[in-house]
């Protein structure tokens, strides 16, 4: 089965949702886009996709699985490792 931008996307959501951060990387506002501090997103370059996650207001973020721009299937795997490490941390809670 082909892994797409829209599987890995769900995927995004559960985690900001089991984290409690915004589902999109910016709000506009009057003044222009501010960076919501948190969110995990996808970035796409080079070819590949690769999980992050805003972390200053100035844009900056962070690639929590360090693994760089991958494919969707990898993305994918490491998404789900990611989605059980939350449950098993909700569990012991």
């Not at 960076?35 to 200053?56: D, E, F, H, K, P």
């Amino acid at each position: 089965m082909s892994v797409t931008l829209k599987t890995l996307q769900h995927k995004v959501d559960c985690i900001n949702e089991m984290t409690g951060n915004p589902s999109e990387p910016y709000t506009r506002t009057e003044s222009g886009f501010v960076a919501n501090i948190g969110c995990y997103y996808i970035s796409q370059a080079y070819g590949g996709v690769a999980l992050v996650r805003m972390v200053t207001e100035g844009g900056g973020q962070t690639m929590p699985t360090q693994s760089g721009h991958i494919t969707k299937r990898q993305l994918n795997h490491e998404l789900e490792g990611f989605l059980a490490a939350l449950r098993a941390m909700r569990a012991q809670a």
